[in-house]
């Protein structure tokens, strides 16, 4: 076990704590289970960090269970894809991956055992009628027609689903516990289904399929899973995953324990709706960077540090809550800070000639790649007379306030010399087009010897060494806080989630920059390469965040 002291502290932790204390359990075993009917998203990040954390803090293991049991809405992709996002989170499951499918030999058998007990029952009511008789939450169930009919017959019927002799909806195995519970989960719940589908592990050897209620339970028994630890929606259901397992020959006994699910603002947690975002074009794809998913996240230049620190922070609790977003981005502005290179981008470029430098000069200037960590190095920038810089670093009044680029006035550029701007072109709208100045040779990497002191210092590219580049702007998807609370959310997306900027300037040494790593973009933000460019050898970097929170300003 780690270090006790360096371990977060939780009810989850405790009642391990308690049960190893008291000999109830030797070993830890738990497992993450999705369904494989989307891409996984930051929600989905704090439950995969909690049930592999736990493993790995206790020596014990964490199983990747895929609960396959609705193959309609499923595919391989997004198995893969699963995959891919736990294991960039830096967790590695026990053993290989499950699926429930590989169990659905043995919950048929459960099935049997369940009708031979007298406790479940093919019922032939309707969709329709089922509903009827359920019953809502003020008003009791009432008994299916179909709840008495005989062992023998209900085997010989649910045979029949197996066999494929009932179409779809026709009738359904369900387990017969009180129809009169105040839990709606209880009231005897399908546990079976006819589905003539394709399946992506098993094929076509089934054409009935084992609700996930029921599945959910049995494969964190045949697992020998010790905590099975999920989201408090499913609170109420605990009711029949312990009754499912209380009533059938399982080889251990599994318990489940919820907590409070991640709630993020201005995003959305529904599969269903991310979903829609994706089939409507509202954003890219599921990976988009304006997405929650940790495809997103991972393409938008978040590290997998940064989110296990953020689901670290939030804690686990059984109160429900909202993060802000201002936490997440706290998390990767503060991993960038301390691990993120720096380079020199102009976004908005005009040209600044240097008028007393030599025409035909050019230098390879030493920069640093972080101001206070050396273990980064340096890298070398060209330099010449004719330089990039960002159109709002010039002005030609300005207040004291201003610290950049005016005429008459002094700036240091970055990693350079000290120069004074004198005049500037405009086009014919009044746009400034080129700035004009000196500068002081003697102030490479010092201030000048007169005594004065430059009052601010921009970021610059070399003109004719520059790379042409093209820059997202990411921003909230949404324009309000819980967009999930709106009748229709597509009125809140933020149409400004997105700017692209082309005929960006950056250094030659982004032209070795591998996708998703990160840097900051001189007093720009921090940026990645995006992980999806389709034109070889173009360069399209990705906004992770701002240098500072300037979203809560602005909404103000």
Same mark, same amino acid.
């Given at each position: 076990?780690?270090?006790?002291?360096?371990?977060?502290?939780?009810?989850?932790?405790?009642?391990?704590?308690?049960?190893?204390?008291?000999?109830?359990?030797?070993?830890?075993?738990?497992?993450?289970?999705?369904?494989?009917?989307?891409?996984?998203?930051?929600?989905?990040?704090?439950?995969?960090?909690?049930?592999?954390?736990?493993?790995?803090?206790?020596?014990?293991?964490?199983?990747?269970?895929?609960?396959?049991?609705?193959?309609?809405? =499923?595919?391989?992709?997004?198995?893969?894809?699963?995959?891919?996002?736990?294991?960039?989170?830096?967790?590695?499951?026990?053993?290989?991956?499950?699926?429930?499918?590989?169990?659905?030999?043995?919950?048929?058998?459960?099935?049997?055992?369940?009708? =031979?007990?007298?406790?479940?029952?093919?019922?032939?009511?309707?969709?329709?009628?089922?509903?009827?008789?359920?019953?809502?939450?003020?008003?009791?169930?009432?008994?299916?027609?179909?709840?008495?009919?005989?062992?023998?017959?209900?085997?010989?019927?649910?045979?029949?689903?197996?066999?494929?002799?009932?179409?779809?909806?026709?009738?359904?195995?369900?387990?017969?516990?009180?129809?009169?519970?105040?839990?709606?989960?209880?009231?005897?719940?399908?546990?079976?289904?006819?589905?003539?589908?394709?399946?992506?592990?098993?094929?076509?050897?089934?054409?009935?399929?084992?609700?996930?209620?029921?599945?959910?339970?049995?494969?964190?028994?045949?697992?020998?899973?010790?905590?099975?630890?999920?989201?408090?929606?499913?609170?109420?259901?605990?009711?029949?995953?312990?009754?499912?397992?209380?009533?059938?020959?399982?080889?251990?006994?599994?318990?489940?324990?919820?907590?409070?699910?991640?709630?993020?603002?201005?995003?959305?947690?529904?599969?269903?709706?991310?979903?829609?975002?994706?089939?409507?074009?509202?954003?890219?794809?599921?990976?988009?960077?304006?997405?929650?998913?940790?495809?997103?996240?991972?393409?938008?230049?978040?590290?997998?540090?940064?989110?296990?620190?953020?689901?670290?922070?939030?804690?686990?609790?059984?109160?429900?809550?909202?993060?802000?977003?201002?936490?997440?981005?706290?998390?990767?502005?503060?991993?960038?800070?301390?691990?993120?290179?720096?380079?020199?981008?102009?976004?908005?470029?005009?040209?600044?000639?240097?008028?007393?430098?030599?025409?035909?000069?050019? &230098?390879?200037?030493?920069?640093?790649?972080?101001?206070?960590?050396?273990?980064?190095?340096?890298?070398?920038?060209?330099?010449?007379?004719?330089?990039?810089?960002?159109?709002?670093?010039?002005?030609?009044?300005?207040?004291?306030?201003?610290?950049?680029?005016?005429?008459?006035?002094?700036?240091?550029?970055?990693?350079?010399?000290?120069?004074?701007?004198?005049?500037?072109?405009?086009?014919?709208?009044?746009?400034?087009?080129?700035?004009?100045?000196?500068?002081?040779?003697?102030?490479?990497?010092?201030?000048?010897?007169?005594?004065?002191?430059?009052?601010?210092?921009?970021?610059?590219?070399?003109?004719?060494?520059?790379?042409?580049?093209?820059?997202?702007?990411?921003?909230?998807?949404?324009?309000?806080?819980?967009?999930?609370? &709106?009748?229709?959310?597509?009125?809140?997306?933020?149409?400004?989630?997105?700017?692209?900027?082309?005929?960006?300037?950056? &250094?030659?040494?982004?032209?070795?920059?591998?996708?998703?790593?990160?840097?900051?973009?001189?007093?720009?933000?921090?940026?990645?390469?995006?992980?999806?460019?389709?034109?070889?050898?173009?360069?399209?970097?990705?906004?992770?965040?701002?240098?500072?929170?300037?979203?809560?300003?602005?909404?103000?």
């Amino acid at each position: 076990m780690s270090d006790a002291e360096n371990r977060p502290t939780n009810f989850i932790r405790n009642i391990i704590d308690a049960d190893l204390d008291s000999g109830k359990h030797t070993s830890v075993q738990t497992r993450f289970p999705p369904e494989p009917n989307g891409f996984l998203h930051i929600g989905h990040a704090k439950a995969i960090c909690l049930s592999f954390g736990i493993a790995q803090d206790y020596n014990g293991k964490c199983n990747l269970r895929f609960d396959d049991t609705n193959p309609e809405k =499923e595919d391989i992709d997004y198995v893969h894809a699963i995959q891919k996002d736990v294991q960039w989170l830096g967790f590695e499951w026990a053993g290989e991956v499950r699926y429930s499918s590989n169990y659905f030999d043995q919950l048929h058998g459960f099935a049997v055992e369940l009708i =031979e007990k007298g406790l479940a029952y093919v019922c032939l009511l309707n969709a329709e009628e089922t509903r009827e008789y359920r019953g809502t939450l003020n008003k009791p169930g009432k008994n299916s027609p179909y709840r008495d009919t005989s062992i023998e017959e209900n085997l010989a019927l649910f045979a029949k689903m197996k066999n494929g002799e009932f179409e779809e909806g026709v009738c359904a195995l369900r387990a017969k516990i009180d129809m009169s519970s105040s839990f709606m989960c209880m009231r005897d719940p399908i546990i079976y289904r006819v589905r003539f589908v394709h399946h992506h592990q098993t094929g076509d050897k089934w054409c009935i399929y084992p609700m996930y209620d029921f599945t959910h339970c049995l494969s964190d028994a045949i697992e020998g899973i010790t905590h099975s630890i999920c989201t408090l929606e499913f609170q109420d259901n605990r009711r029949l995953y312990d009754w499912v397992i209380e009533n059938v020959s399982v080889p251990s006994t599994p318990h489940q324990y919820e907590f409070s699910r991640l709630n993020l603002e201005y995003t959305l947690m529904s599969k269903r709706k991310l979903n829609t975002l994706v089939e409507e074009n509202l954003v890219d794809s599921w990976d988009d960077p304006r997405m929650p998913t940790i495809a997103g996240f991972r393409r938008r230049g978040y590290t997998p540090a940064s989110i296990r620190e953020f689901t670290k922070r939030i804690g686990v609790t059984k109160m429900e809550n909202t993060i802000e977003m201002s936490v997440l981005e706290a998390c990767i502005r503060e991993d960038l800070n301390d691990n993120a290179p720096r380079a020199m981008a102009v976004l908005d470029p005009i040209k600044l000639v240097i008028e007393n430098y030599p025409e035909d000069k050019q &230098e390879d200037l030493v920069v640093k790649n972080h101001p206070s960590d050396e273990a980064h190095g340096t890298r070398t920038v060209p330099f010449s007379k004719e330089l990039y810089i960002e159109a709002e670093d010039f002005r030609e009044e300005a207040n004291k306030k201003y610290k950049r680029l005016v005429i008459d006035k002094a700036v240091r550029l970055r990693g350079a010399y000290v120069v004074t701007a004198t005049r500037c072109d405009k086009d014919e709208q009044g746009n400034v087009t080129t700035v004009y100045c000196t500068y002081n040779e003697d102030t490479l990497g010092k201030n000048p010897t007169d005594g004065t002191k430059p009052k601010g210092v921009i970021h610059w590219v070399d003109a004719d060494k520059s790379l042409d580049a093209t820059v997202r702007l990411y921003d909230r998807l949404f324009t309000v806080p819980n967009p999930a609370a &709106e009748d229709d959310f597509h009125k809140v997306i933020n149409p400004e989630s997105l700017v692209e900027i082309t005929g960006v300037k950056v &250094e030659p040494s982004l032209a070795d920059a591998k996708a998703e790593s990160a840097y900051q973009f001189e007093r720009q933000g921090y940026f990645c390469l995006d992980n999806d460019i389709k034109e070889p050898g173009a360069l399209i970097f990705n906004r992770t965040v701002g240098l500072r929170d300037t979203w809560a300003k602005v909404s103000k």
